[in-house]
């Protein structure tokens, strides 16, 4: 028995049975690009670096919307890799978007909901 965040879970495509959900941490997974970027579309993306913590959530979100990207995995500080150079755009988790303005980006798309397995669907 242990206590994890679902979208560890998500990422792993881990069978587990929840025994209590805790209604913590509601947050949604977002592609996001520059402020000032072109792209308009999942898409566009194709050929570009995508930095994220969730390499298997994300590389099935880009290839189902056609595009094969190079993905840069890392763990930490993923908002900041465009600034830095090392990303083109970015799949993190996104509660508020705080973060996201303070680094100037913006969300391109939602690749869904990270909440408890056991929540309800809104």
Avoid: K, W
Wanted: hydrophobic letters at 45%; glycine letters at 8%.
């Amino acid at each position: 028995m242990g206590i994890t965040g679902s979208d560890l879970i998500c990422e792993a495509d881990a069978e587990v049975e929840t025994r209590l959900a805790l209604g913590v941490g509601r947050c949604r997974l977002a592609l996001c690009v520059p402020e000032d970027a072109p792209v308009r579309s999942p898409a566009d993306l194709q050929g570009r670096r995508v930095a994220t913590s969730f390499p298997r959530i994300t590389e099935s979100y880009l290839r189902s919307h056609g595009a094969e990207v190079h993905l840069v995995t890392i763990s930490g500080s993923v908002e900041v890799m465009v600034a830095l150079g090392v990303a083109d755009a970015i799949v993190d988790l996104v509660e508020t978007g705080s973060t996201l303005a303070a680094n100037r980006l913006r969300i391109l798309a939602e690749i869904g909901p990270i909440r408890d397995r056991a929540d309800p669907e809104p």
